[in-house]
């Protein structure tokens, strides 16, 4: 699960011990921006109609996003990237009819292998 938060060290500091006495958390990760990877996937399902299904594979192509499920009268599109991206690529789809949306949040991981925690088989 990745957390996002923001304050001054007192407050983030009280994030971190709140959400280690939580029970099933295993370690804590503290992503500093230049040092780690941030990522978010968005489902789309927008209506298309035959006509309109052309613009919309356009779009998608050009944000590096597939169509994953071709319906008659809609598209479902999958998008990863960061929030900016997914954001912008929403705003040109705002002259189509966005049935359903689901987003998953940021998702983050550190750079490099330094800060890995090994849990075992557990």
Request: glycine share 8%; proline share 2%; aromatic share 4%.
């Amino acid at each position: 699960m990745t957390i996002v938060a923001s304050g001054d060290e007192l407050i983030l500091e009280q994030i971190e011990k709140q959400v280690a006495k939580l029970a099933d958390v295993r370690d804590i990760k503290i992503l500093q921006p230049e040092d780690s990877v941030y990522r978010e996937l968005a489902l789309i399902k927008v209506r298309a109609s035959s006509e309109q299904r052309q613009g919309i594979v356009a779009m998608a192509n050009v944000f590096r996003a597939s169509i994953i499920d071709v319906a008659p009268e809609s598209l479902i599109i999958e998008l990863t990237g960061n929030q900016d991206k997914i954001s912008a690529f929403l705003g040109l789809l705002s002259g189509y009819e966005i049935l359903e949306l689901a987003r998953t949040g940021i998702a983050g991981l550190g750079r490099g292998i330094e800060n890995v925690t090994y849990l075992g088989n557990e």
